[in-house]
């Protein structure tokens, strides 16, 4: 805000005032989750085609298709969540390559571009030659697509929960967990216990990975800082949070990794349907408490 004006030189002297409230809302949560997805299954696709080529090309156009849909509804919300949406045009014209949100918009319009070009070589083209290289290039933009929201989270100023390491490890892990459960939805009938089981054994290792992380901050998390025991005191105990944070941590870890070792006893794919269905909903959720409970600790 303006404190004081100094008329003979113009010069605007500001107080920097921290905002309150929750800046980044669930506009945001469903931003990541899209995101994930989007990216998700096109690293699924790409190891599809390494190890069941014949199955996984039935799939190529309905990946790309799911892809662009959900990478959609990352760009939608993103631009619903900016405060001056109609600006947007600035990013390109009038780039800062040291803001996050630059490179990434840049990244994702690449990614976006590259993706209807997978769509025109599987569909009207029909050529899975050139599919394939161009997914390959594709496979490769997506990694730090996926990332770039990490780069933004560790940029905010006084939010010591949101480290890059951890942060770009979740992200990616968000990736292969959405990404094989909505592959595993997807795939139906086109592709064979083996190749699901495969989607299967990405989902529980990324489950567990993903839950030893999120794990490892809940309990020596306070350590590192005061601020972040201050922020996790909203998921321990009779936090605002607890219960939305142990839902997802059992929706999209605990029990998809259970029922992934079921599945596999029992050679069910329903079980692993379920598991996916899980997976898929509880990550919104993990993703919705990490991100609000950092803004809910006063800056002053």
């Not at 920097?16 to 809302?25: E, N, R, S, T, Y």
Request: proline residues 4%; contains cysteine; glycine residues 6%.
């Amino acid at each position: 805000m303006v404190h004081e004006t100094l008329a003979a030189t113009n010069a605007v002297v500001t107080l920097d005032v921290a905002l309150p409230g929750i800046v980044w809302p669930w506009l945001v949560t469903v931003n990541m989750w899209a995101k994930s997805i989007g990216t998700g299954v096109i690293f699924m696709l790409f190891l599809l085609l390494k190890k069941y080529p014949d199955q996984a090309g039935k799939l190529r156009f309905q990946t790309i298709v799911v892809s662009i849909i959900f990478i959609h509804i990352f760009l939608l919300f993103t631009l619903a969540d900016l405060h001056q949406p109609f600006r947007m045009w600035h990013i390109f014209f009038y780039p800062h390559l040291t803001s996050a949100i630059t490179v990434g918009a840049w990244m994702a319009t690449a990614f976006v571009g590259l993706l209807f070009l997978l769509a025109f070589l599987s569909s009207i083209k029909k050529d899975n030659a050139a599919f394939d290289k161009t997914l390959t290039w594709v496979t490769i933009l997506a990694i730090p697509v996926t990332l770039y929201t990490a780069g933004l989270m560790s940029q905010c100023t006084a939010r010591e929960l949101w480290q890059m390491p951890t942060e770009s490890a979740q992200m990616i892990l968000a990736a292969l967990l959405s990404g094989s459960a909505t592959m595993i939805l997807l795939g139906g009938s086109k592709l064979d216990y083996e190749a699901k089981k495969t989607l299967g054994a990405v989902l529980g290792l990324s489950a567990m990975m993903s839950f030893i992380l999120y794990m490892s901050e809940y309990i020596f998390g306070p350590m590192k800082a005061e601020e972040v025991a201050a922020v996790l005191e909203y998921i321990k105990g009779d936090g605002p949070y607890t219960v939305m944070f142990w839902l997802g941590q059992w929706g999209a870890y605990i029990l998809p990794m259970l029922l992934v070792i079921l599945s596999r006893v029992s050679k069910s794919e329903n079980i692993l349907k379920l598991a996916a269905l899980l997976a898929l909903a509880g990550l919104w959720l993990v993703k919705h408490v990490w991100l609000i409970i950092p803004q809910l600790l006063p800056m002053s």
